[in-house]
């Protein structure tokens, strides 16, 4: 089978002979990709990096999911897969929610900071995360009426951290 890989050559009307060959060779192409990333991976530094900063990205993306799936002890309790579908979907709708919250107000935050003369250095930026929990209620009261400004479109007012109190920080 090594003979025929390596001895393969790939013609110009070659989509039939590519598709064979993958089946042919696909495992020694498989490990030979595997081997140039390890390789890439224990080399180079920045690459490194990045890859446990996506990993790092992951890694807290799940943690918000964990934290909000707690109902039911955080247990699929649908027995069949469309339900399950629907609660994972659900949780799904729900993260990027608090995503999307996160990145608005992370946003505001930004302008008023530069609105009052503060330095915002774009590699502070970088390492911010929209995929922070602890400012969201999960357990107790929701109250669902909206203030004035809110129903208008706008934001509500951020919070002065000069001024809050030690519970609100």
């Known amino acids: 089978m090594e003979n025929q890989c390596l001895g393969m050559s790939l013609q110009p009307n070659g989509l039939a002979i590519l598709l ?17 990333y390890l390789l890439r991976f224990i080399d180079d530094d920045s690459y490194r990096r990045r890859i446990l900063i996506q990993l790092n990205r992951g890694e ?7 934290v909000l799936f707690h ?4 247990e699929l309790r649908q027995r069949y897969r469309e339900g399950q579908e629907d609660q994972l979907g659900a ?26 003369g503060y330095e915002v250095l774009a590699d502070d930026v970088a390492r911010l995360s929209p995929l922070s929990f ?13 203030p004035d400004t809110v129903a208008k479109g706008e934001l509500r007012p951020l919070r002065d951290p000069r001024t809050a109190s030690l519970d609100e920080a």
């Open 20 to 36: 064979r060959w993958s089946r042919v060779c696909g495992g020694e192409l498989g490990r030979f990709i595997k081997t140039l």
């Open 60 to 66: 807290g993306r799940h943690q918000l999911a964990r």
């Open 134 to 146: 602890k400012h969201i209620n999960m357990l107790g009261r929701y109250a669902f009426i909206l």
């Open 91 to 116: 949780l799904g709708l729900v993260v990027n929610l608090v995503v999307l919250w996160n990145t608005i107000y992370m946003d505001a935050a930004l302008d008023q900071l530069r609105a009052e």
């Open 71 to 74: 109902g039911k002890r955080g």
